[in-house]
């Protein structure tokens, strides 16, 4: 959780925000479910999941790195997102991406991450599947 301090005519005033980074829950919450990635640009990509079924969604943070190692993976965008699907901006044509969201109660406790999906670097030419169409071969 995230506080704010704000002083007002010499009072403080204290705002609690609620903001992905948050300490883990001691209660089991449910992250989303079926985690895609899908390029649309060399520097663009959109992803989209399923909700979680926990009962006090807020919202979910999302997050990309180049590796699977934890260390790796920073906040994708600065907000929390309420919506089930997220276009990620300013990519790197020739990199690979790694993603994962978790979801972040109303309470403000952040659940687990899903599982690492993985968005290959952008290729401008898409793969040519030939069937054999007729019976000929």
């Known amino acids: 959780m995230k506080v704010l301090i704000v002083f007002l005519l010499g009072i403080v005033l204290i705002a609690l925000t609620i903001g992905c980074g948050s300490s883990s829950s001691p209660r089991v919450i449910k992250p989303p479910t079926n985690l895609v990635a899908s390029r649309i640009s060399g520097d663009k990509a959109v992803l989209s999941w399923e909700a979680s079924a926990d009962s006090d969604v807020a919202g979910y943070c999302i997050y990309r790195g180049l590796t699977t190692e934890a260390s790796s993976f920073t906040q994708a965008g600065t907000t929390l997102f309420i919506s089930l699907t997220y276009t990620d901006t300013g990519l790197t044509s020739t990199d690979g991406y790694y993603y994962a969201v978790s979801t972040l109660t109303t309470d403000s406790q952040e659940g687990p991450w899903t599982d690492a999906v ?10 040519i599947t030939i069937n054999n169409i007729g019976g000929q071969k």
């Open 118 to 127: 993985y968005l290959p670097p952008y290729s401008a030419s898409l793969p």
